[in-house]
């Protein structure tokens, strides 16, 4: 990890841009994006398998061997930390039969020794160990190593992995320029991990993703985090894969919220409803904390959200096209009180449940096939338009790349190990899969 350089306070929200007003809006990609079995396997290939995915922060790593595992879409990996002191990648798979090598969530061991035969390697991926296999001719133990994961560790500790095993494969500081000068405004090394938690919600990734990129909904749908930032000053700024958002924070002391009111009737949106009489509730210190936040969000399915109180992030993962786990890290300011921490926890939580409920009611109105498409404003949802342009963008070229190979491509495939045989073989594979059950029938897929 680099040497940290000066930290600042957060920015303020920049300035109106006059521009911004006169764009014309945009719809939203078709429903079916959403509920596709056959979208999600694309995007896993024109999106997943080429970008940076946030895991972890590195000071979760105290010694070497320490390691925790994942899994996304699938791609079982662990983030080790090596006897040198640095942080490595490694698709979870024994070189031998396919069999995990670690199989816990996490661990600490500089040792790691598949329990199927007993292949064991280091921790920097090298085999160790392989039984009985010491005399035979042409094996070597170095080319049967784990399979290494690309890995970059930022600045400020944050680690990202991208299975991308191409040879266009995007530098993490090409995918995510300038996200680490960004985040050179808030001291990562005056906070320590508090708790992890998750959430499984019925709908799409990108359901999660379109709440998470604007704050429109904010005033009716989250009356907590109304009260602690100015939702007037609420701006999302894309930034290249990646948006900055912005507010201003709530000075004084923010009015206690009674939660147990009906949105639909206490509502001020718009000046519908009944208005909330806050003026004479009780008082309490800001859950937000004493400065203007950092919040990022990491195209296609992470966040880093940083207050003064604590940070946390966000892995969101897709399990199915109407599926998602929702995966929460938080890390709270040193020296913080019980009490102190209890309320920042409380006050996520809160938001991050009310968004979850959102997901899961338009998600059975996205499922029933009478919503099509929705009509965005080009400035309160800036960023919904951002990134799923983004997706467009990358699913649109990779379609292109398929197309003229005439066949599926998988960039987080590992090819470079097959010999003559397997090619043969594999080849024969993909003749079968693209016959149908009858002779000289199609299998019905991509029309390639």
């Known amino acids: 990890m680099a040497t940290a350089v000066e930290k600042v306070t957060p920015v303020a929200p920049p300035p109106d841009n006059e521009a911004d007003k006169l764009l014309p809006g945009r719809h939203t990609l078709p429903a079916s994006w959403w509920t596709s079995e056959k979208v999600l396997d694309f995007e896993k290939r024109a999106i997943f398998a080429k970008a940076w995915l946030y895991c972890i922060h590195s000071s979760r790593f105290?010694?070497?061997?320490?390691?925790?595992?994942?899994?996304?879409?699938?791609?079982?990996?662990?983030?080790?930390?090596?006897?040198?002191?640095?942080?490595?990648?490694?698709?979870?798979?024994?070189?031998?039969?396919?069999?995990?090598?670690?199989?816990?969530?996490?661990?600490?061991?500089t040792i790691l020794g598949c329990k199927y035969h007993g292949w064991s390697y280091d921790t920097d991926g090298l085999l160790k160990k392989a039984p009985h296999f010491d005399k035979i001719e042409g094996f070597e133990p170095k080319d049967n190593s784990l399979y290494e994961i690309k890995t970059h560790i930022s600045r400020q500790g944050l680690v990202f992995i991208n299975f991308d095993n191409t040879e266009n494969a995007t530098p993490f500081e090409e995918f995510f320029a300038g996200l680490e000068t960004e985040m050179d405004e808030y001291d990562f090394t005056d906070y320590e991990y508090h708790m992890s938690y998750e959430l499984d919600g019925q709908?799409?990734?990108?359901?999660?993703?379109?709440?998470?990129?604007?704050c429109y909904h904010c005033p009716t749908a989250h009356p907590g985090l109304n009260q602690a930032f100015k939702m007037e000053t609420y701006k999302v700024v894309p930034k290249g894969n990646y948006c900055r958002h912005y507010a201003k924070i709530v000075q004084e002391e923010v009015p206690i919220i009674d939660d147990n009111?009906?949105?639909?009737?206490?509502?001020?949106?718009?000046?519908?409803?009944?208005?909330?009489d806050i003026s004479k509730a009780e008082k309490k210190e800001n859950p937000g904390g004493s400065f203007n936040g950092l919040w990022c969000y990491l195209f296609p399915t992470n966040g880093v959200n940083c207050y003064s109180p604590a940070w946390y992030s966000i892995r969101v993962l897709p399990i199915t096209a109407k599926r998602t786990i929702l995966q929460y890290d938080i890390y709270t300011k040193k020296g913080a009180t019980e009490a102190q921490?209890?309320?920042?926890?409380?006050?996520?939580?809160?938001?991050?449940i009310e968004d979850y409920n959102l997901c899961e009611a338009t998600q059975k109105n996205l499922n029933n096939g009478v919503y099509n498409t929705g009509y965005l404003h080009p400035t309160k949802e800036k960023g919904v338009l951002h990134y799923q342009g983004l997706v467009s963008k990358m699913v649109k070229n990779h379609y292109e790349l398929e197309k003229a190979a005439g066949q599926a491509i998988n960039p987080a495939a590992l090819t470079g190990s097959r010999n003559e045989e397997a090619e043969e073989l594999e080849k024969i594979c993909s003749g079968i899969e693209c016959m149908g059950s009858n002779p000289g029938e199609q299998h019905e897929g991509l029309e390639w």
């Not at 709908?203 to 604007?214: A, V």
């Not at 718009?270 to 208005?275: E, Q, S």
């Open 341 to 352: 921490k209890k309320e920042f926890v409380d006050f996520l939580q809160q938001v991050e």
């Open 203 to 214: 709908f799409n990734w990108k359901t999660l993703m379109d709440g998470y990129q604007e």
């Open 261 to 276: 009111g009906d949105a639909d009737q206490e509502s001020s949106w718009f000046g519908f409803g009944k208005k909330r």
């Open 62 to 109: 105290t010694k070497a061997g320490d390691y925790f595992s994942f899994n996304f879409l699938g791609w079982n990996f662990f983030v080790i930390k090596t006897k040198e002191g640095s942080i490595k990648a490694f698709h979870n798979i024994c070189r031998h039969r396919a069999y995990p090598v670690v199989r816990k969530q996490q661990g600490s061991s």
